[in-house]
């Protein structure tokens, strides 16, 4: 069920020059499923000389039928769900029917793009001077390095290349070690689609190599990146010195205000099933809790009921809702944040560990876990969990709760939760966030601009903004 996977560079399939791999681990089993080619520089000179060819001919495409390209990939991966999502599983550890679903999605973002290909519109300014027209052409930026996560490997990719090749440009789409099967099969597509060679260049290796060497490379006019906001910061500064756009979609905490008139049932069921989605490894996932003082008890108690009732395990078995972390370092990283924001003072309310006889060879299970009265001081409430630990703590009125939602430097993703129209305006207002949801998880949908302010990052992977960031505005002022 899974193959090892290879560089994809002009057009072809292929080992890396001088033959390195690296392993690919099930972290449901601990498992080696296979290897992926780890790429080094011979490799992504290759693959650099590759997306400048591939730009030249993708720029010469019409925007119709780079439309019809993307379409066509879209309905490979409708037609591959069942191949490609069992190995999104096996590498990934999300539950089978998440894995569905997020290649389902993957289809819809290319079909999406594909649209907006079509819809890249210049427009003409009335002169000043009779005899002289102005007007505005949009043209591709030019070959992009684009960075892709492993929580999403399929539908974060896919964000980025269907942006990318519906303006015009080629990729080199550095993919993600942990979860290169999936990554690899989206690509795949693409090029069954019947792009020209090297409009999508897929490449694996040591990841501060390849971004250290790619970055600032004068072929590369576009960087695009999906991570954690250290490495995000180190990424735009490089990016930076040697002037190119760049779009960083980094890490959030999103916190989730539940004022006293919500319906504590609907919501805490609806904030649970957000909080333990892909074992909370989801950058706009539900993580500080800010309850009101009056029903915090009760919320808190419902929350915590629906935490048990998650069920862990191999994604590939039936009935299971949440698989494990993608790594052992996510598991050391909960246990760690755990015990600190315990020896803090905060309650153990649920889960707090790994499942029981999780270990080395049973993989990087973690119960899903509930924390009481987690002061602000605890490492919790100031790091991204990035993993199944929701936090709670108190407020009695807006300003307190409005305060700790904007304390700290993220501003990705925020929830509210309330039966006031007037409260939930009032909030919206005030809330420093990229993106605020109000009584649902409404976050994530392609028509919808996707990206975060402040230390989360500038720039939009959804909606129409998304290709944005592909495209120049050339001027031009032309006299009869």
């Known amino acids: 069920?899974?193959?090892?996977?290879?560089?994809?560079?002009?057009?072809?399939?292929?080992?890396?020059?001088?033959?390195?791999?690296?392993?690919?681990?099930?972290?449901?089993?601990?498992?080696?499923?296979?290897?992926?080619?780890?790429a080094e520089i011979a490799d992504l000179d290759e693959a650099l000389e590759a997306a400048s060819r591939g730009f030249a001919s993708m720029r010469n495409v019409a925007a119709f039928d780079r439309s019809k390209l993307l379409r066509t990939a879209a309905a490979h991966l409708r037609e591959r769900v069942e191949s490609i999502a069992p190995i999104l599983?096996?590498?990934?550890?999300?539950?089978?029917?998440?894995?569905?679903?997020?290649?389902?999605?993957?289809?819809?973002?290319?079909?999406?793009?594909?649209e907006e290909s079509r819809r890249t519109y210049g427009r003409v300014i009335p002169a000043r001077t009779p005899g002289v027209r102005w007007w505005v052409d949009k043209e591709?930026?030019?070959?992009?390095?684009?960075?892709?996560?492993?929580?999403?490997?399929?539908?974060?990719?896919?964000?980025?290349?269907?942006?990318?090749?519906?303006?015009?440009?080629?990729?080199?789409?550095?993919?993600?070690?942990?979860?290169?099967?999936?990554?690899?099969?989206?690509?795949?597509?693409?090029?069954?689609?019947?792009?020209?060679?090297?409009?999508?260049?897929?490449?694996f290796g040591v990841p501060a190599v390849i971004s250290q060497y790619l970055i600032p490379h004068p072929v590369i006019r576009k960087v695009s990146?999906?991570?954690?906001?250290?490495?995000?910061?180190?990424?735009?500064?490089?990016?930076?010195?040697?002037m190119k756009r760049v779009t960083m979609e980094l890490g959030g905490h999103a916190p989730v205000i539940v004022f006293d008139d919500t319906d504590i049932e609907r919501s805490s069921k609806i904030l649970a099933?957000?909080?333990?989605?892909?074992?909370?490894?989801?950058?706009?996932?539900?993580?500080?809790?800010?309850?009101?003082?009056?029903?915090?008890d009760r919320f808190v108690e419902r929350f915590t009921a629906h935490a048990r009732d998650v069920r862990v395990g191999n994604g590939l078995d039936a009935g299971v809702t949440m698989g494990p972390l993608a790594n052992p370092r996510r598991q050391a990283a909960m246990e760690s944040l755990?015990?600190?924001?315990?020896?803090?003072?905060?309650?153990?309310?649920?889960?707090?560990?790994?499942?029981?006889?999780?270990?080395?060879?049973?993989?990087?299970?973690?119960?899903?876990t509930v924390l009481a009265d987690v002061p602000i001081a605890a490492r919790?409430?100031?790091?991204?969990?990035?993993?199944?630990?929701?936090?709670?703590?108190?407020?009695?009125?807006f300003d307190q709760a409005i305060t700790e939602a904007n304390r700290l430097s993220h501003g990705l993703a925020a929830y509210v939760y309330t039966n006031s129209i007037s409260r939930a305006n009032t909030a919206l207002a005030a809330i420093e966030s990229g993106?605020?949801?109000?009584?649902?998880?409404?976050?994530?949908?392609?028509?919808?601009?996707?990206?975060?302010?402040k230390d989360s990052g500038y720039g939009s992977e959804g909606g129409a903004e998304a290709i944005e960031a592909y495209l120049v505005s050339k001027f031009t002022s032309s006299a009869s």
């Open 1 to 38: 069920m899974y193959d090892n996977v290879q560089l994809f560079i002009a057009g072809t399939w292929r080992p890396a020059r001088a033959g390195g791999t690296l392993p690919v681990v099930n972290p449901a089993t601990q498992a080696v499923l296979g290897t992926v080619a780890h």
């Open 225 to 242: 990146f999906t991570g954690s906001t250290a490495v995000g910061k180190q990424l735009a500064a490089l990016a930076g010195a040697h």
């Open 273 to 296: 099933l957000g909080k333990y989605r892909n074992a909370g490894q989801v950058c706009v996932s539900p993580t500080r809790f800010l309850v009101q003082d009056n029903i915090y």
């Open 380 to 397: 919790a409430m100031n790091e991204e969990p990035f993993g199944p630990v929701a936090l709670f703590s108190r407020f009695t009125d």
């Open 89 to 114: 599983t096996q590498e990934q550890g999300k539950p089978i029917e998440e894995a569905r679903l997020e290649i389902r999605t993957s289809a819809d973002i290319l079909e999406w793009f594909a």
């Open 338 to 368: 755990v015990a600190d924001a315990r020896q803090q003072g905060a309650t153990l309310r649920a889960g707090g560990g790994t499942e029981p006889g999780a270990g080395p060879s049973t993989g990087n299970y973690f119960r899903p």
């Open 435 to 453: 993106m605020v949801s109000v009584n649902h998880q409404g976050l994530g949908m392609i028509e919808t601009p996707f990206g975060g302010i």
């Open 140 to 203: 591709p930026v030019g070959p992009v390095a684009a960075f892709t996560p492993w929580n999403f490997p399929v539908a974060q990719a896919a964000r980025k290349l269907g942006a990318a090749l519906a303006a015009g440009c080629s990729v080199i789409l550095k993919g993600p070690e942990e979860t290169p099967g999936s990554n690899a099969a989206l690509v795949r597509a693409l090029a069954d689609a019947g792009l020209p060679a090297g409009a999508v260049n897929l490449v």
